[in-house]
Nanobody, 124 residues
Framework: QVQLVESGGGSVQAGGSLRLSCAAS????????MGWFRQAPGKEREFVAA????????YYADSVKGRFTISRDNAKNTVYLQMNSLKPEDTAVYYC????WGLGSLKSDDYRYWGQGTQVTVSS
């Protein structure tokens, strides 16, 4: 069983930055593809970013491309999401997730394990 714990959320003004972390335990982190998703009030959960087991070929939702960066440190069993130039529309609960194929995915159904989420609030 894999446990994922997100941290780093908070409140920030538009234009500001936050870095989310997701610490994994209970499995072999270096084998997993990792993703970040978010869910705003009244909206469906949406894909944000994903990264393969090796850290290569990260990909992003168009809405965050150029502003967010996903990375991972397999020695620390941690995946990160650096969020810059934040906008009010980035306000959501952010979740990290792990999938077993190792490639990362845009589809939430491909992920087996999920964290509990961390709140990000961006004020204008």
């Amino acid at each position: 069983q894999v446990q994922l714990v997100e941290s780093g959320g908070g409140s920030v003004q538009a234009g500001g930055s936050l870095r989310l972390s997701c610490a994994a335990s209970g499995g072999t982190f270096r084998r997993y593809g990792m993703g970040w998703f978010r869910q705003a009030p009244g909206k469906e959960r949406e894909f944000v970013a994903a990264i393969s087991w090796s850290g290569g070929s990260p990909y992003y939702a168009d809405s965050v491309k150029g502003r967010f960066t996903i990375s991972r440190d397999n020695a620390k069993n941690t995946v990160y999401l650096q969020m810059n130039s934040l906008k009010p529309e980035d306000t959501a609960v952010y979740y990290c997730a792990a999938e077993m194929w190792g490639l990362g995915s845009l589809k939430s159904d491909d992920y087996r394990y999920w964290g509990q989420g961390t709140q990000v609030t961006v004020s204008s």
